[in-house]
C-alpha cells in the first residue's frame, strides 16, 4: 500500500490479504481491514459500497499503513479505533482497560431483569474497567445510583470520561478500591440493591493459551486470577453478602468450566442461578442475600 492514488477498493483487498496471511489474524482480516479504513476515513460504512473508486490522499494512505502495521503486532483493533460497542453504548477504550465483550452483555441483561426500573436503586460494580458494565446500567436505570470501584486509576478515568460522555455521571462515583476495601465499613454493610462484577477469572497459568492479542495487549490485572482463577471469587463473594441489603442481588461473570466451584462458594445465599451464553456455557452466576 503506497502512494496517494490507491482506491478505497484496492487499499482494503490488499491490507485485507496482508492480514489473512496471519493465521491468528485470518478469521477477523476483511472486517478488521474495513473497521481500520473506516476509522482512518472518519466515514460510515456505506462509503465502501456507494465510493469504492474513491482515492485515499497520502495522509490517510499514511494512517491506514500505520493501522495496519500495528494490527500486525496483533494489537485489538478496539486499541487502535479507540473504542468499542457495548450493549448499544460506545466506549471508550484504552490499555489501561480489558475490552467490553459480547459475553459481558448477558450479565447486564439479568442483572435488568432482576433489578426494578421504577424506584431508587443502589449498585455497586467491582472491578469497572471501562465501566462497560455500570453505566449500562445506570443508562437503563434511570433512577440508579451506581458505585463504580476499580483498583487502576487508569481505568477509573477511563470510565470516568465514558460516563461523562454518554450523560450518567451525575448518578456515578468512582472509587479506586480493591474490591470494596475503600468505603468504610458503616457505608457499605447492607447497603447496596446489587453487586455486579466481572472479576479476573483466567487461571494465572493459562496466558499462554489466549491469543497474543489479549495476553500481549490487556491489563493483566484484568485477565488473571490464582487458584485456579477462583481467587478473587472467593474474597469478593463474602464481602458482596455484608454490602447488599436483605434479598439484594449478586450478579457475576464467570470463566468456562467454573460453574460448580462457583455455586459451592454460593452456598448458603438463595435463588443461586446461571444464564448460559450463545455457546451453552454458564456465564453468568446469579444469587440473592
Request: charged share 20%.
Amino acid at each position: 500500500m503506497s502512494g496517494a492514488s490507491i482506491t478505497l477498493r484496492q487499499a482494503l483487498r490488499d491490507a485485507a490479504d496482508r492480514l489473512a496471511a496471519d493465521p491468528l489474524l485470518a478469521d477477523t482480516a476483511r472486517r478488521d481491514a474495513e473497521l481500520l479504513l473506516l476509522h482512518v476515513l472518519a466515514a460510515p460504512r456505506t462509503v465502501l459500497r456507494s465510493d469504492p473508486a474513491r482515492l485515499l490522499n497520502s495522509e490517510q494512505v499514511q494512517a491506514y499503513e500505520a493501522c495496519i502495521a500495528r494490527r500486525l503486532q496483533h494489537e485489538p483493533v478496539q486499541y487502535i479505533v479507540g473504542s468499542q460497542e457495548f450493549y448499544g453504548l460506545a466506549f471508550r477504550v484504552t490499555p489501561a482497560v480489558l475490552i467490553p465483550r459480547p459475553e459481558t452483555e448477558h450479565l447486564v441483561e439479568a442483572a435488568l431483569e432482576r433489578l426494578p426500573h421504577d424506584r431508587p436503586v443502589a449498585i455497586a460494580d467491582i472491578g469497572t474497567g471501562s465501566g462497560a458494565i455500570a453505566i449500562a446500567l445506570a443508562h437503563h436505570l434511570p433512577l440508579a445510583s451506581v458505585y463504580a470501584l476499580d483498583l487502576s486509576p487508569a481505568a477509573l478515568e477511563v470510565a470516568g470520561s465514558n460516563a461523562a460522555a454518554l450523560g450518567v455521571e451525575s448518578r456515578m462515583q468512582f472509587v479506586v478500591s480493591d474490591l470494596l476495601d475503600a468505603l468504610p465499613s458503616h457505608q457499605w454493610h447492607g447497603f447496596f440493591d446489587a453487586v455486579v462484577s466481572n472479576p479476573p477469572y483466567v487461571p494465572a497459568g493459562e496466558a499462554a493459551q489466549l491469543h497474543p492479542q489479549v495476553s500481549r495487549y490487556e491489563p493483566a490485572s484484568a485477565l488473571y486470577a490464582e487458584d485456579d482463577g477462583l481467587a478473587i471469587y472467593k474474597r469478593l463473594i463474602p464481602q458482596a453478602y455484608k454490602a447488599l441489603k436483605p434479598g439484594g442481588l449478586l450478579a457475576m461473570e464467570i470463566g468456562h468450566g467454573q460453574r460448580d466451584a462457583i455455586a459451592g462458594l454460593l452456598s448458603g445465599w438463595r435463588d443461586v442461578g446461571f444464564v448460559n451464553d450463545l455457546q451453552a456455557i454458564p456465564r453468568v452466576a446469579l444469587a440473592r442475600r
